[in-house]
């Protein structure tokens, strides 16, 4: 099972949206709505922002959002903050065989 | 608040076992999968394996053969061993609670993570 794809970096001025895909296959991302995102600082612990696609954990920045479409999850930051650099995974589950498979990863960087 | 906490040896010798043990606090392990995912140095996240608070386990099938997970549920424990360790198992290991459902990756809580070393 290969990692699901993600652009290596995506960067934005403050206050701009950005959006970062996480294109995966028809027996993963494309089949089941269960994508979650994670976003982490260097040297810290991820943090789920995300999970089942678009929906947020309580405490998460409605600025962040996710959606889907076909084999392609994205995370859409809006009104972008310098706090919001730092390095975003996406993950999915793969089916009953390989269960958990993450993104590549993307380093978002405030202009 | 749940915290996760990984403990273990910092240093493991290429061909021996790495073993961790994640002590929960602030909350019950029952009812939850937990799982194991690892960092190498400077790259992304794998996910190694999960135990459920039962006892049954599901791991990566790339690393199926050289792992073992196991819970003890009086002491609030989750444990992990991966067997003939080459360079390559060098990673940040982070501890972390999953959903109550086999097949959702929800994330929640995360170790601070403990960095393992192979080499001799």
């Known amino acids: 099972q290969s990692a699901l794809t993600q652009p290596a970096s995506v960067s934005g001025s403050p206050g701009q949206s950005i959006t970062i895909s996480c294109t995966g296959t028809?027996?993963?991302?494309?089949?089941?709505?269960?994508v979650s995102w994670y976003q982490q600082h260097p040297g810290k612990a991820p943090k789920l922002m995300i999970f089942e696609v678009s929906e947020r954990p309580s405490g998460v920045s409605n600025r962040f959002s996710g959606a889907k479409s076909g084999n392609t999850a994205s995370l859409t930051i809006s009104g972008l903050q310098a706090e919001d650099e730092a390095d975003y995974y996406c993950c999915s589950y793969a089916g009953i065989s390989t269960i958990y498979v993450f993104g590549t990863g993307t380093k978002v960087t405030v202009l | 608040q749940v915290q996760l906490q990984e403990s273990g040896p910092g240093l493991v010798k290429p061909s021996e076992t790495l073993s961790l043990t994640c002590t929960v606090s602030g909350g019950s392990i029952s009812n939850y999968y937990w799982s194991w995912i690892r960092q190498p140095p400077e790259k992304g996240l794998e996910w190694i394996g999960f135990?459920?608070?039962?006892?049954?386990?599901t791991y990566n099938p790339s690393l199926k053969t050289r792992v073992t997970m196991s819970v003890d549920t009086s002491r609030n424990q989750f444990s992990l061993n991966l067997y003939s360790v080459t360079a390559a198992d060098t990673a940040v290991y982070h501890c972390?609670?999953?959903?109550?459902?086999?097949?959702?990756?929800?994330?929640?809580?995360w170790g601070q993570g403990t960095l393992v070393t192979v080499s001799s």
């Open positions: 028809s027996s993963d991302v494309g089949y089941y709505n269960l």
């Open positions: 972390v609670r999953g959903a109550t459902t086999l097949i959702n990756p929800f994330f929640d809580y």
């Open positions: 135990v459920y608070y039962s006892g049954s386990t």
